[in-house]
């Protein structure tokens, strides 16, 4: 089982950068592939970025890419997502969530019906 908890979240202006944070607890966080989901006021949840066991692989929405990047360290149990050149559209709760590594297609990590735990999330608010 992995618990997590997202930081790093806030209120930034428009071409601001934040980064944010999710530690996980529990011994399975080296063998999941990690995802950043997001959630705007009124609109579904939908897919950020994702990172495989390794680091390897990533994978992102076409809206972030170039802007955002996902890395993880295993050896502190942390997934990061730099978020840069925020945009007031990429206002939404972030939240971190952890998968079976079953496959590591982009179609497969951008499911979040495949990442079986989730953090409560964390605000990210930008402002124009």
């Known amino acids: 089982q992995v618990q997590l908890v997202e930081s790093g979240g806030g209120l930034v202006q428009a071409g601001a950068s934040l980064r944010l944070s999710c530690a996980a607890s529990g011994r399975s966080f080296s063998s999941s592939v990690m995802g950043w989901f997001c959630q705007a006021p009124g609109k579904e949840r939908e897919f950020v970025a994702a990172?495989?066991?390794?680091?390897?692989?990533?994978s992102f929405t076409d809206s972030v890419k170039g802007r955002f990047t996902i890395s993880r360290d295993n050896a502190k149990n942390t997934v990061y997502l730099q978020m840069n050149s925020l945009k007031p559209e990429d206002t939404a709760v972030y939240y971190c969530a952890a998968g079976r590594p079953s496959y590591s297609t982009k179609p497969y990590l951008q499911n979040e019906r495949n990442y079986d735990y989730w953090g409560p999330g964390t605000q990210v608010t930008v402002s124009s």
């Open positions: 990172i495989t066991l390794s680091g390897g692989d990533t």
